[in-house]
């Protein structure tokens, strides 16, 4: 059996006019994992997803769905898709609009058991105009679902929802993903991708900046915090110490980030500063922030 890995970008390139929203992006999905694609408005998400649904064509480079091309995999079922933009909401109800969706593919997933993914099936006879926002997201998921899609593309899912609404939304995608599945989603939350990806890719200006588990981000956007209470004591100088990369100041408390926390900290107690001091591993929101803000100085430079 062949086993083309579920999504291949090759060297992909998309302008829109002098903006490079995808640029040069080369990545790799394997069958089965969940992967956010995590980045600002405006990093190229959305393109790229467009790119890989086929809805738009790559300047240079190719997309292949296993093996081949978008449109292929999204004609024969294999790919769903929940995108941004909302459609007109229809006066039937949600088992029909499910019904309906499912006779357009080939070997459709059966209404009740899209119902049942989606955590909808006592809302089967409600029509879709009558529902929350979060019951609506997960009746596009169960649309998505229709086609009995090996794989699933979410773009920005949840930037709607209340907490508790997208603590069920993604029980459900998970429910998915368990079957052996595989997941893409974007998002602009890193929580929601530490929490729900296997894999988180980094992009920013069409460019993927990172691309590991949450884990690895943390140790390759390096080093880590320390903070302590300056207890009146001056800051001026902070960013002088050892292994000191950057300095913040709120209140009476110092926060330093360094590459090498261990001579920051031995400096602070030679300095008899070391009231409530706090070492910590940079935060998946530091590390995005440090591989994001260290990209723009570099484009910046450039320019
Ligand atoms: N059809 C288009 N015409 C012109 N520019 C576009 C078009 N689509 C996207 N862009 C530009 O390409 C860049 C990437 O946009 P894209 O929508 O892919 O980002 P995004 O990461 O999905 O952002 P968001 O989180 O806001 O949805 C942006 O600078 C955007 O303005």
Redesign the pocket.
């Known amino acids: 059996m062949r086993n083309e890995p579920a999504v291949a970008f090759e060297t992909v390139t998309k302008s829109?006019?002098t903006?490079r929203?995808v640029d040069a992006v080369d990545l790799t999905i394997r069958r089965g994992e969940t992967v956010a694609l995590l980045?600002?408005?405006?990093?190229?998400?959305?393109?790229?997803i467009g790119l890989l649904l086929g809805l738009d064509e790559p300047d240079s480079g190719r997309v292949l769905l296993y093996g081949d091309a978008p449109a292929k995999a999204v004609r024969a079922g294999r790919v769903g898709a929940m995108l941004?933009e909302g459609r007109a909401v229809p006066r039937v109800t949600v088992g029909e609009l499910l019904a309906f969706v499912s006779r357009a593919y080939p070997s459709p997933m059966p209404v009740a058991e899209a119902l049942e993914l989606a955590g909808l099936t006592e809302f089967a006879g409600r029509r879709v105009d009558r529902l929350s926002g979060g019951q609506t997201q997960r009746v596009r998921f169960a649309v998505a679902l229709s086609g009995n899609p090996e794989l699933i593309v979410l773009d920005?899912p949840t930037a709607a929802l209340d907490v508790e609404a997208r603590q069920v939304f993604w029980d459900a995608m998970r429910g998915y993903a368990r079957r052996g599945n595989t997941v893409l989603f974007?998002t602009?939350y890193l929580e929601e991708a530490d929490a729900y990806a296997d894999r988180i890719v980094v992009?920013d200006h069409?460019r993927v900046l990172a691309d590991g588990t949450a884990a690895e981000l943390k140790r390759n956007a390096g080093g880590s915090t320390v903070a302590f209470d300056l207890a009146g004591g001056p800051s001026d100088g902070l960013e002088l110490l050892p292994g000191v990369t950057s300095v913040e100041v709120r209140g009476d408390r110092a926060r330093l980030r360094t590459d090498d926390s261990d001579a920051t900290v031995r400096a602070l107690a030679a300095a008899d500063a070391v009231r409530g001091l706090e070492v910590a591993p940079l935060s998946l929101n530091d590390a995005f922030l440090s591989l994001t803000s260290a990209h723009r100085k570099t484009l910046e430079t450039v320019r």
């Open positions: 829109f006019g903006v929203a980045g600002r408005n405006g990093a190229g998400k959305s393109t790229s941004q920005e974007s602009h992009v069409g």
